[in-house]
């Protein structure tokens, strides 16, 4: 039997939560030192400073799609493909409601809403290939 950590999904879930726990600290150096009233160039810097460790998670993400059988490649493919779609059709909807008068939203809610339907797009897709 293989070593727990040779298969694909526990070196993806391994690099994942090293990935977040680099975020979370990243995260929270970032908005102490932004508090603290950091000025100059360096608060953009500081700002950031969070997306240094998130690099990894599409490098872990390939990697393990890489590492796939072809039916998952599939599945994934539909998933993204319906994901992708799907959160621009919301942000460009949401977009033209704000011309109505809806408040404005951060950006920093564009990957939560792009998770969701990617989500979203592999349930229907899992289900499909049952």
Do not use: H
């Amino acid at each position: 039997m293989k070593n727990w950590i040779c298969r694909p999904g526990a070196k993806y879930g391994a690099t994942m939560l090293v990935t977040l726990a680099l975020y979370t600290i990243a995260l929270f150096v970032s908005l102490t030192w932004l508090q603290a009233g950091v000025e100059g160039p360096w608060k953009y810097v500081i700002a950031v400073l969070p997306v240094f460790p998130a690099l990894g998670v599409p490098f872990a993400v390939v990697r393990y799609c890489q590492a796939m059988d072809e039916l998952q490649r599939r599945i994934q493919l539909e998933s993204l493909a319906f994901g992708f779609a799907a959160a621009a059709i919301a942000t460009f909807t949401y977009g033209f409601l704000q011309n109505a008068g809806l408040p404005d939203v951060s950006w920093v809610w564009v990957w939560p809403v792009m998770a969701t339907c990617w989500i979203i797009g592999g349930l229907v897709a899992r289900r499909r290939y049952r």
